[in-house]
């Protein structure tokens, strides 16, 4: 897992990552044009870190590092750890999923800057929490805990980020017992619509939220074996539109929303080979939105510029790195043109590429990481 902060207060992202194979974290120090500084690796023992959490610890104006040591059992078998102030006290609290538990540690701080006090709130006989986020799920200025229960349908990994630029929090969830990927929309009162990619059936299942719960589930066709989502109003009629990335069809399926929960039969574009993670944005500066995805077996992504209509270009590939795991999009050199960064997982490295603001992109930078990014 990675974070970003800057860590040496030069007005630059800096990025660390936990390095679960070789038991260290690693600190890369950024430029501010789109490339790393050399790669800084700390021992952790035998901690074994999955999760990592940057914040202001000790109230120094200096970003700490926190993570909870999964080898070692400190502080039960902590597999996230979040940090927030939860109770407005201008002091950072953090919030551990504890999976051997069933629950959620708090851990106050104290003016000292330690963490003596704690309270416990149950998850439930069995949920076995195993990743946890924060967010304000409710529209108000109080931050709200999300956590997935493995214990129930082996939810592994959850994340919380407006992912339709709606400006409110959606919570993202990967499901190792069914082999799906679940998004859930946020409404801003607490409810959420959820999409739903079942690998199994090579289907979307579409849920929309209400205070009741959900209702009118509905379920649409898509390729074999999807293994991500993504959404964005690829038609440009304010209504939202779904892509999801399809591992043993080597394409994506695009399906156009109605605004109502309901979408159009797929259309499908080719991509590379085993394409696992989708990611979106306007890569031309068109106002159009664009599609990128990262192709496990193919070694590269994909990139399809969008007319705007709902259709796209063939794709267009570029060299990221070997089996590029998961990929995501920013402007990493202030440039106003958006750039791709991906997890090269068997290369052990970080696979970061310069985008020219016409849907090209420089040759790949290559920042090395610890062991399966």
Not at 123 to 151: C, E, K, L, M, Q
Not at 207 to 228: C, V
Not at 289 to 310: E, K, P, Q, R, T
Request: charge should be negative; glycine fraction near 10%.
């Amino acid at each position: 897992m990675t974070a970003v902060g800057d860590f040496n207060k030069d007005h630059t992202a800096d990025i660390t990552v936990t390095n679960f194979g070789t038991n260290s974290i690693g600190i890369f120090l950024g430029f501010g044009n789109g490339s790393l500084k050399k790669y800084t690796e700390l021992s952790m023992g035998s901690s074994r870190p999955i999760v990592i959490s940057v914040s202001d610890l000790s109230n120094d104006t200096q970003l700490d590092i926190a993570t909870p040591n999964c080898g070692t059992h400190s502080i039960s078998i902590l597999y996230a750890i979040v940090s927030e102030d939860f109770n407005k006290d201008c002091y950072v609290e953090l919030a551990a999923a504890n999976y051997g538990m069933d629950n959620v540690v708090i851990f106050f701080e104290n003016k000292n800057f330690t963490f003596a006090n704690q309270i416990t709130i149950s998850t439930a006989h069995g949920s076995r929490p195993h990743s946890i986020t924060v967010g304000f799920f409710t529209n108000d200025d109080n931050p709200d805990i999300a956590v997935p229960n493995y214990g129930s349908n082996e939810i592994v990994s959850i994340g919380a980020g407006d992912s339709n630029h709606d400006n409110r929090p959606d919570l993202i969830v990967t499901n190792n017992g069914t082999n799906n990927t679940g998004l859930f929309l946020g409404s801003g009162n607490s409810t959420f619509d959820i999409i739903m990619v079942t690998n199994g059936t090579a289907t979307i299942d579409i849920l929309l939220g209400s205070f009741e719960g959900f209702i009118n589930l509905t379920r649409f066709s898509i390729g074999s074996g999807p293994q991500s989502v993504a959404v964005g109003d690829f038609n440009n009629d304010t209504r939202l539109d779904i892509v999801v990335a399809n591992n043993l069809d080597n394409d994506v399926s695009v399906l156009l929303g109605y605004g109502d929960g309901s979408f159009l039969n797929q259309m499908t574009f080719s991509t590379g080979s085993q394409p696992y993670s989708v990611a979106v944005g306007d890569f031309n500066n068109d106002t159009r939105l664009d599609i990128v995805v990262a192709n496990w077996f193919g070694n590269g992504v994909s990139v399809l510029l969008g007319y705007g209509n709902g259709s796209f270009q063939n794709q267009m590939t570029f060299s990221t790195g070997s089996l590029p795991y998961a990929v995501a999009v920013c402007d990493f050199n202030n440039d106003t043109r958006l750039d791709i960064v991906v997890a090269n997982s068997n290369d052990n490295n970080l696979g970061v590429l310069l985008g020219y603001g016409n849907g090209s992109f420089q040759n790949k930078m290559k920042f090395s990481t610890g062991s399966a990014p």
